[in-house]
């Protein structure tokens, strides 16, 4: 393996802490509601031997298509959790997948004569930025599935071995299964192919004079061998629950994506407000443009490199989830383009010359110290976020047997692992299965627009439950005020969730117990009456014996206190 390349035994310990760091720092706190229906799905797979490929989940889409193209991640990721019933270890499964992702970039890399100091010191800081989107959702398999076959197309150049080839078939067959986006490596394929055929012709016709620019050509043997690859794959990732519908997928769910407007199908442009956001922008355009800019003075174009730069640089920029193919693909070009630098070979054979190489291992070791502080100071603690993920509210609906039919805004595949089969969701993150009628339904009872008081009575809904954080702040306010018109109550109030349940007999018992008569989070305590004060201390009481530690209540108890304190 790595030994075969020649290093000391003191670089192979740097490079496994490196390797195992980058696991670490892929190490998040899950506060993601998607995550919790896909291990909902994988729970049904294994406990019922069948692949859904209707809606099973929803009250609005019941028996819609689903577009099921993450089942066998769905499959795996639940099978770690009950294995080891601990969501902390589906999420150090979730890390060792990153460990495996960023050793195959980093293995890449030295295999194109990067140099083991720039790599080690720079895959850090490249990688950093987009180390988040590590949580346990299906495109993870994804990451580490293109790494893979960005390596093995790189062997396959330098050897000439068809035997290589024989491999990528049955890596599309399992990607196929394990996420949609198996479609970007069948066009890591045909950037391969397209960009040895003009190679060669730019070469041999010396088209624009660039025959002198140029890498060697790739020859007619190897490309038939990948072209045969690209069709055998194509038709392979066929094999799977949803057919064609493997390909088309981005299309089916786009409509809906722009209705709601899913803020991680936007391109990277749209958040340029964020400091993050614009550090990788710039990182992107200065990596990009030294690799164009060296290509260009070496002499030494490679349109198969220019090609994988240039689809780097658009999957963020068609959508943010995107983000992190970037480093994950031009890395090891970026460093192989540094360490051929006149400036990095003179410098290094300086250093090397005046025998002061352990200066370089003391920058490592820097790095790894600073790296590593970061990760232990922003450790997760706990794994799941309950300043995000409405595991009260949950834990609140089952107590007190809350049933019929609910409105939700957000927290849909929470709502589905904590309370599927018994209740139903009115919409979730799958955003095929709503297309049409239902989505425009969440839409207008979200907007409060046009006829949502008709589709409210229409469904039924017995309570309402918001996610009322940012975003949604604006949203869930203007809801929470006509729901109550009404008559939908305020029983339950914490850091995420409020919940409302209709004035009927059958809530009648719950209404009586934890009503909110006074405050509301919408209510700023500074509003209420002196007269009403007993009242919305009372409130504030009975929320806090169900959560005790509720951030939002104590702010707004000590407020309340201080305020009538003062009068």
């Known amino acids: 393996m790595l030994n075969s390349l020649g290093f000391s035994k ?11 760091l980058l696991g670490l720092l892929a190490l998040n706190r899950i506060a993601d509601f998607d995550v919790f229906y896909h291990l909902k799905t994988g729970e049904f797979i294994l406990q019922n ?5 209707t809606d099973i989940f929803s009250l609005t889409a019941s028996g819609h298509q689903w577009v099921n193209h993450y089942w066998l991640s769905d499959l795996i990721f639940f099978f770690v959790l009950q294995l080891f019933n601990s969501f902390w270890f589906l999420v150090i499964f979730v890390a060792i997948i990153a460990a495996l992702a960023y050793f195959l970039v980093l293995k890449n890399t030295l295999k194109r004569g990067g140099d083991f100091y720039l790599i080690l010191a720079l895959i850090l800081p490249m990688a950093y930025l987009s180390m988040e989107l590590w949580v346990p959702r299906p495109q993870i398999f994804s990451f580490l599935l293109l790494t893979l076959i960005l390596f093995l197309l790189q062997k396959f150049r330098y050897s000439g071995s068809i035997k290589i080839l024989f491999v990528l078939p049955i890596i599309f067959l399992l990607w196929a299964n394990l996420h949609a986006s198996v479609i970007i490596g069948l066009v890591l394929l045909l950037i ?17 004079n660039l025959s002198h620019y140029l890498s060697e050509n790739i020859s007619s043997r190897l490309l038939l061998g990948v072209f045969i690859t690209l069709v055998i794959s194509t038709g392979i990732c066929l094999i799977n629950p949803n057919g064609f519908h493997i390909f088309t997928y981005l299309q089916e769910i786009k409509p809906t994506a722009q209705i709601l407007g899913n803020s991680e199908w936007k391109s990277l442009l749209s958040f340029l407000g964020a400091m993050q956001a614009k550090i990788y922008l710039a990182m992107m355009i200065l990596v990009s443009a030294f690799i164009f800019w060296r290509s260009f003075k ?6 198969y490199d220019w090609g994988l730069v240039v689809l780097s640089i658009a999957l963020p920029l068609i959508s943010i989830r995107h983000v992190i193919f970037f480093p994950l693909a031009t890395f090891p070009i970026f460093i192989m383009e540094l360490t051929k630098t006149h400036f990095w070979q003179e410098y290094k054979k300086r250093w090397e010359n005046e025998n002061k190489e352990k200066v370089l291992y003391q920058i490592l070791a820097l790095i790894l110290l600073v790296f590593s502080f970061i990760r232990v100071m922003s450790m997760p603690r706990p794994i799941l976020n309950d300043k995000y993920l409405p595991v009260q509210a949950a834990d609140f609906i089952e107590k007190e047997n809350i049933s019929g039919p609910m409105y939700n805004l957000e927290m849909g595949g929470y709502l ?13 993150g799958r955003n095929e299965v709503y297309a049409g009628q239902p989505v425009e339904d969440y839409v207008k009872i979200a907007k409060t627009e046009g006829d949502w008081e008709k589709i ?5 809904i017995n309570y309402f439950i918001l996610w009322y954080r940012e975003p949604l702040s ?14 939908f109550r ?3 109030w914490d850091d995420v969730a409020l919940i409302f349940v209709k004035n009927n007999e059958k809530n009648s018992s719950i209404i009586d117990k934890y009503e909110y008569k006074v405050a509301d989070p919408f209510y700023a305590p500074e509003q209420i009456k002196p007269w009403d004060f007993e009242r919305a201390r009372q409130d504030i009481l009975r929320g806090l014996e169900i959560n005790p530690n509720s951030q939002v209540l104590l702010d707004y108890g000590t407020i309340l206190v201080d305020l009538f304190k003062t009068r």
């Open 456 to 460: 409210v009575d229409d469904y039924d």
């Open 49 to 53: 031997k069948t692949i859904p490929i």
């Open 490 to 492: 305020l029983v339950y």
């Open 474 to 487: 604006n949203l869930a306010q203007k809801l929470d005020a006509s729901i109550k018109l009404k008559d």
């Open 298 to 303: 070496r002499r030494n174009i490679d349109l």
């Open 10 to 20: 003191k670089q192979l310990i740097f490079i496994g802490f490196f390797v195992l």
């Open 192 to 208: 391969f192919i397209v960009a040895g055929i003009f190679q060669n012709i730019l070469k041999k016709y010396n088209i624009f």
């Open 416 to 428: 589905i692992w904590r309370l599927w089969p018994e209740r139903k969701v009115f919409m979730d």
